[in-house]
């Protein structure tokens, strides 16, 4: 279940209870008249079912309160709730699947700023990934795709295309456009230094580092696997199940290709530095791709949801079918006459 919290000013109150009460996936609607303070207004709470959440706050943006009032949402871990079991079986699929629109753009726009703590772990991670070429650790390399931001600005670009954030978009770019250089960089400078004091040889060559080889060897494979990554990546931001990203931070080489490119780029390696570039692009190219269309079918889905929505809440106001008010028992069947003297 989701919570609601909203600032209704007092000329929208009415017509957003009555959104609510039109909806058999909203429960626990409570109504406080003007104790609300900057924005004025009452304060309207309610629980709605996840599957049904984004539509419902659609309702409610529509009546302009989301400019002139707030909304706000909560997640609610567990509901001991007849009403709320009621409610989540109106509404259509399943909850680990439906996806709350506003939560994952809120969500999205937090991890791609163009922040000083992204730049720090772009860097961090391309310094860790170079260090795991150089010996040869694919434990090393694993680390730091773990500890790479990067997907989260991949995200928020899939998410400003589909949605039309031309705000959101433009800032993951510029993220993706200036950390991955950064990072690139950091390991050029501390390639030069590693390679001026002793610490790595002179030469490298990648016929004795097989990380290398592989990470500047992009394949039919490469791209294969990025795709599947980025719908993965979608789905985990998308729906209950965060837990998948973490197999999708290992699963693509951005990170590491990053650092081949510096390492090319110190020790004067054409051939691996192309290479590497192409793994780069090519693993970029495929998030992208894989997490629009992704997102463009979840939209569609949604869309169709929205308009099963409005059709329900058009029935249940000309009272061809009424909601039951919250907390009402289950229906039940008739009980048997009483027999006859």
């Known amino acids: 279940m989701i919570h609601l919290r909203i ?34 207004g009452d304060v309207i709470m309610c629980d709605v079912a996840r599957e049904d959440a984004s539509v419902v706050i659609d309702d409610l943006r529509a009546l302009h309160i989301d400019r002139d009032g707030s909304i706000a949402m909560e ?36 991890s791609a700023e163009l922040s000083a703590a992204f730049l720090i772990f772009m860097a961090l991670a391309t310094l860790i990934a170079s260090v795991g070429i150089y010996l ?14 990067e997907f989260g600005a991949v995200a928020g670009f899939c998410v400003g295309v589909v949605q039309r954030r031309g705000k959101l978009a433009r800032a993951s770019g510029l993220a993706l456009l200036v950390g991955f250089p950064l990072g690139i960089a950091a ?98 190219a495929s998030l992208l791709v894989a997490g629009i269309l992704t997102l463009f079918v979840q939209r569609e889905l949604y869309a169709r949801r929205r308009r099963y929505h409005r059709r329900a809440q058009a029935r249940v106001r000309a009272g061809e079918e009424r909601s039951p008010p919250p907390g009402a028992p289950e229906p039940s069947e008739p009980p048997a006459p009483a027999p006859q003297a």
Request: proline share 4%; with cysteine.
């Open 187 to 284: 390991v050029v400078i501390s390639s030069l230094l590693f390679k001026a004091t002793g610490i790595t040889p002179r030469e490298f060559s990648e016929a004795d580092h097989g990380l290398s080889a592989t990470i500047a060897s992009p394949d039919f494979f490469a791209f294969f696997v990025a795709f599947c990554a980025g719908i993965a990546g979608m789905l985990s931001l998308t729906t209950a199940k965060s837990g998948a990203l973490i197999g999708v931070f290992i699963s693509v080489t951005t990170i590491p290709a990053s650092a081949n490119i510096g390492i090319a780029v110190a020790y004067a390696d054409g051939s691996a530095f192309r290479g590497s570039l192409g793994q780069l692009l090519i693993n970029l």
């Open 136 to 149: 040869d650790s694919a434990i090393l390399v694993v680390g730091a795709m773990v500890v790479g931001p």
């Open 75 to 110: 997640h609610v871990d567990s509901s001991v709730s007849h009403a709320a079991e009621r409610a989540e079986r109106e509404a259509e699929g399943a909850a680990a699947d439906a996806v709350v629109w506003e939560d994952v753009a809120a969500k999205t726009s937090e």
């Open 7 to 40: 600032v209704a000013p007092p000329e929208t109150v009415a017509a957003a209870l009555e959104s609510l009460a039109a909806s058999r996936a909203v429960i626990n609607i409570i109504h406080l008249p003007g104790v609300a303070t900057r924005p004025d």
